[in-house]
C-alpha cells in the first residue's frame, strides 16, 4: 500500500510538471495553427537561463522564473514578428519543417556554448518530507504549486482580460474576429510570446529536478504531443488531466513492471499517443481538431 501511494505522489507530481510544460505549446497549435516542433528546445532554454542566473549571481531558481519569463517572452515576440508571422497562413509541413529547423539551430548552438556536460541547479527547497513510509519530495512539491499558480494564472488571463478574450476569438474563428476589429498580427504575436515565456518558465521549473544538457528538448517536444492528444488544444483544465494522467501511467508502470524502470514508462506515453489518435483524434476532454478550423 505505501509503494502504491509513494507511486501516485510521484506521478501526480511529475505530472503537474507535465501540464505547465505543454500549455505553450497547445496554445500555438491551438490559436495558430503552427505545430512548434522547438517547443522541446524552448523549455531547455529557460533550463540554461535559470543555470546561467544561479551560477552567475546565486540566484534561487524559483525565484529565477520572473527574469526567465521576461527574457523568454521577449524572445518569442520578437521570434513570432520575424519569424513565424511568415509560415501561419502556410500548410502544417512548412511549420513543421521549419520549427523542426530552429530546435536544430537552437540545440546545437547551446551545445557549441555549454558543451554537451550536463548542469545542475541547486535549490534551498531540497529534502522530503515524511509520512510514516511515504516521502514526499520538496522540489517536486514547489514544482507542483508553480505550476498549479501558472495554470491558474494564465486560466484568469483568457477569461477577465482583453487581450486573453482576444485570443480566444482568433483561435475559435480568424475571420470573424478580423471583422469585430481584432489586429490578428498583433493578437498573434503576443499570444506566441506569452506561449514561450509559460515554456521558459517550464525549463525553470524542471532545473532544479533534472540534469540539463542541450539535446534535452526533442524528448519533451514529443511529450507534449502525447498530452495534447489527451487533453485537446488549448484547454488548460485538460492539460493539467493529461499531465497527470501521463505522469500517473510513466510512474506507475516504471514502479510495478520490474525490470524495465523507466523506460516502459517513457514508451507508454507514445502508445497513449498512437491510440488516442486513432480512436479519438480531437482528444479525450475535446479541441484537436480547432487547429484545423483555424487554418
Given at each position: 500500500m505505501d509503494q502504491l501511494t509513494q507511486?501516485?505522489?510521484?506521478?501526480?507530481?511529475?505530472g503537474g510538471f507535465y501540464a505547465v510544460?505543454?500549455?505553450?505549446?497547445?496554445?500555438?497549435?491551438?490559436?495558430?495553427?503552427?505545430?512548434?516542433?522547438?517547443?522541446?528546445?524552448?523549455?531547455?532554454?529557460?533550463?540554461?537561463?535559470?543555470?546561467?542566473i544561479h551560477k552567475?549571481?546565486?540566484?534561487?531558481?524559483?525565484?529565477?522564473?520572473f527574469v526567465v519569463v521576461v527574457v523568454m517572452f521577449i524572445v518569442g515576440y520578437l521570434l513570432q514578428r520575424i519569424l513565424i508571422n511568415?509560415?501561419?497562413?502556410?500548410?502544417?509541413?512548412?511549420?513543421?519543417?521549419?520549427?523542426?529547423?530552429l530546435a536544430i539551430?537552437?540545440?546545437?548552438?547551446?551545445k557549441l556554448m555549454f558543451t554537451a556536460t550536463p548542469r545542475t541547479v541547486d535549490t534551498m527547497f531540497s529534502g522530503f518530507w515524511r509520512a510514516g513510509?511515504?516521502?514526499?519530495?520538496?522540489?517536486?512539491?514547489f514544482v507542483m504549486v508553480a505550476a498549479l499558480i501558472i495554470m491558474g494564472l494564465l486560466y484568469l488571463f483568457l477569461q477577465k482580460t482583453r487581450l486573453g478574450k482576444s485570443i480566444r476569438a482568433a483561435a475559435q474563428n480568424r475571420e470573424a474576429a478580423r471583422i469585430v476589429g481584432i489586429e490578428i498580427s498583433s493578437v498573434y504575436a503576443m499570444t506566441f510570446a506569452i506561449a514561450i515565456a509559460i515554456t521558459g518558465a517550464a525549463g525553470t521549473l524542471i532545473?532544479?529536478?533534472?540534469?540539463?544538457?542541450?539535446?534535452?528538448?526533442?524528448?519533451?517536444?514529443l511529450k507534449a504531443f502525447a498530452i495534447t492528444a489527451l487533453a485537446g488544444l488549448g484547454s488548460i483544465p485538460g492539460a493539467l488531466l493529461g499531465g497527470l494522467i501521463l505522469g500517473l501511467i510513466?510512474?506507475?508502470?516504471?514502479?510495478?513492471?520490474?525490470?524495465?524502470?523507466?523506460?516502459?514508462?517513457?514508451?507508454?506515453s507514445y502508445v497513449i499517443l498512437v491510440i488516442v489518435l486513432v480512436v479519438r483524434p480531437q482528444g479525450l476532454f475535446g479541441g484537436v481538431q480547432a487547429a484545423r478550423e483555424v487554418q
Open positions: 507511486a501516485l505522489i510521484n506521478g501526480i507530481m511529475l510544460m505543454v500549455l505553450g505549446f497547445s496554445i500555438i497549435w491551438g490559436v495558430m495553427g503552427v505545430i512548434d516542433l522547438a517547443h522541446g528546445e524552448f523549455v531547455m532554454v529557460g533550463a540554461y537561463l535559470t543555470w546561467y552567475q549571481f546565486g540566484w534561487e531558481p524559483f525565484a529565477a522564473i511568415r509560415i501561419i497562413e502556410r500548410p502544417y509541413l512548412i511549420s513543421l519543417l521549419v520549427t523542426f529547423g539551430i537552437i540545440s546545437n548552438s547551446f513510509n511515504v516521502t514526499i519530495p520538496v522540489t517536486r512539491s532545473s532544479p529536478v533534472q540534469s540539463i544538457y542541450p539535446f534535452m528538448g526533442s524528448a519533451l517536444t510513466e510512474v506507475l508502470i516504471a514502479t510495478f513492471v520490474p525490470g524495465v524502470g523507466t523506460n516502459l514508462g517513457i514508451v507508454s
